[in-house]
């Protein structure tokens, strides 16, 4: 078997864990300006934002994005 690592760069993260270090590093506000979704500018929370990028994959791949592009740095 290949042991090398995967040069997937979100291999081994959460959903959960990816949003929350977003919310951390750029606040809800932040969050919604970089990526306009309504989850994030209503009364916006974890939880309901996971429900809604569970859902809907296009919001996901930007908030995944946004993600990989932070670590890029």
Request: with cysteine.
């Amino acid at each position: 078997m290949d042991s090398t690592p995967s040069k997937d760069p979100l291999h081994g993260v959460t959903l959960k864990q990816l949003l929350t270090e977003l919310v951390a590093e750029h606040g809800w506000t932040g969050l919604a300006a970089r990526v306009d979704i309504r989850c994030f500018r209503f009364d916006p929370s974890i939880n309901s934002s996971l429900v809604f990028l569970r859902r809907t994959p296009w919001a996901r791949k930007k908030v995944e994005e946004l993600y990989v592009q932070g670590k890029a740095r």
